[in-house]
């Protein structure tokens, strides 16, 4: 009894002296990884860490999860009827605010020549957009719709916004459209689109849009940018009066 009392002391006395080198290590290389992910929505320090780390708490844990469509929603449809399968696996996304994709990103040519899509977009005055700084992400280029009919959060009117440091983007959509997104393997959903009490921090049909490789998926994921112009503004950039359905 007396031994076993001594080895009960002993296990304790190292959990006591290995538990908390073992907390400070990984909560050390969990802030660097943080704040290697670069500057976005949450000021990069550690009262901006201890947030997000609260916040993971309450996460979607599968953000492939396509979103119910609220049977008031009209139309029930969205404006995507199909997209092409991304040809390869999914690349490893990290991150929630900052959230960033790290594997298979797009390269600098292809990003400059989808902005400038996206800019051509905005300068067509019968699509009713505006290039400003993101509202959410408060460092990338964001596209606003001038007259939103759909709230998009705290950041009314936010249509997209793209990361430069790896091409993603971050966009909200029909729920149906965010199926046929999940589907073609091209996004999934962020996650803090819970719904509820977590649209204070973002809409529950906000996703994220994986990198275009090359021109193909340029045109692509560009379909899916007007898809959430058509969500936010009711406009069909195409010009095939989807816009007046919504």
């Not at 901006?48 to 999860?65: D, H």
């Not at 902005?115 to 993101?134: C, G, H, I, M």
């Not at 973002?202 to 994986?210: G, N, R, S, T």
Request: aromatic share 8%; net charge positive; charged share 20%.
């Amino acid at each position: 009894t007396l031994l076993t009392s001594r080895s009960t002391n002993l296990l304790l006395n190292l959990l006591t002296l290995i538990l908390p080198i073992y907390l400070f290590y990984y909560i050390h290389t969990d802030y660097k990884a943080f704040l290697s992910l670069g500057p976005g929505g949450t000021p990069s320090t550690p009262a901006g860490y201890a947030k997000l780390k609260l916040l993971s708490l309450f996460c979607l844990r599968n953000p492939l999860t396509p979103i119910p469509i609220p049977s008031h929603y009209r139309p029930q449809t969205g404006y995507l009827s199909s997209l092409p399968q991304r040809p390869g696996p999914r690349p490893e996304i990290r991150g929630i605010a900052p959230q960033r994709q790290l594997t298979a990103r797009s390269p600098p040519q292809i990003y400059n020549a989808f902005l400038q899509r996206l800019r051509a977009l905005a300068a067509d005055p019968a699509n009713a957009l505006v290039e400003k700084t993101s509202c959410f992400e408060k460092h990338s280029s964001a596209f606003f719709a001038k007259r939103p009919i759909t709230g998009t959060c705290r950041c009314g009117g936010e249509v997209c916004h793209v990361h430069a440091c790896d091409g993603s983007l971050h966009l909200s959509l029909h729920p149906a459209d965010v199926g046929v997104m999940i589907a073609s393997g091209r996004g999934e959903r962020h996650p803090l689109a819970k719904g509820g009490w977590m649209r204070r921090f973002v809409p529950k049909e906000f996703c994220l849009v994986y990198a275009p490789r090359d021109e193909k998926e340029c045109e692509v994921v560009l379909e899916i940018v007007r898809a959430s112009v058509w969500w936010v503004s009711g406009v069909d950039v195409r010009g095939e009066g989807k816009g007046e359905s919504r």
